[in-house]
């Protein structure tokens, strides 16, 4: 069984977990950053997703239900998600949308010329979680003209750029896959 201890405001401990170099707790412990509750595949029984963060690079763990139990390891494990600065404006969310897919949300809303925000949509599929959505926009607080979005569905192959009609081949990217290298060429700016 997970037992989880809060230290300070957000700190996630789990013996069975810090032997895995998940999440561990005490000294150098992994500050959780968000954490939901939500049925994410479907089986009418809640499941966990908690976003950590390491010096930066945040790290996803999703904790699917099997035989209405949450298991005591993640069933995915992504490492290097996404990224957070740290500070208001650059915190990292977790939502869940209204068709119950996982949303992580990335950004740089506060600090310096370049701002941006990364969306990905989290869905199960096939009996596995996937990157199934990829949203980005951008923009320059000091070129009007610089920046952009994009917003693609892997699942259709279909999004959009900068407003006009794209199409991408690569499909949904299994969510322990998903890195940086991931991202379409018509989501880079």
């Known amino acids: ?19 895995t170099g998940v999440l561990a707790a005490g000294p150098g412990a992994t500050p959780v950053i968000a954490e939901i509750t939500a049925d994410l595949d479907g089986d009418g ?12 690079e945040v790290g996803l763990a999703v904790y699917l239900s099997v035989g209405g139990r949450l298991p005591a ?11 957070s600065g740290g ?10 949308n209204a068709r119950g897919a996982l949303v992580a949300v990335f950004e740089n809303a506060s600090v310096g010329r370049n701002r941006w925000s990364q969306r990905l949509t989290i ?6 979680l996937v990157v199934a959505g990829y949203t980005y926009a951008a923009r320059d607080t000091l070129d009007p003209k610089g920046g952009g979005n994009c917003d693609i569905n892997f699942l259709s192959g279909k999004g959009t750029r900068n407003g006009k009609t794209v199409t ?8 322990a896959a998903w890195s940086d ?3 379409p ?5």
């Open 181 to 183: 290298q991931s991202i």
């Open 87 to 96: 500070i208001a404006g650059q915190t990292p969310a977790l939502t869940v």
């Open 73 to 83: 390891e993640p069933t995915v494990y992504n490492p290097a998600i996404g990224w």
């Open 1 to 19: 069984m997970m037992r989880f201890v809060c230290v300070g405001a957000v700190m996630i401990a789990s013996s069975t977990l810090a032997a």
């Open 168 to 175: 991408v081949s690569s499909g949904p990217v299994p969510l």
């Open 185 to 189: 060429a018509a989501c880079t700016f």
């Open 123 to 128: 869905a199960f599929r096939k009996g596995e």
């Open 45 to 56: 029984v809640p499941d966990r997703a908690v976003l950590a963060d390491a010096d930066s």
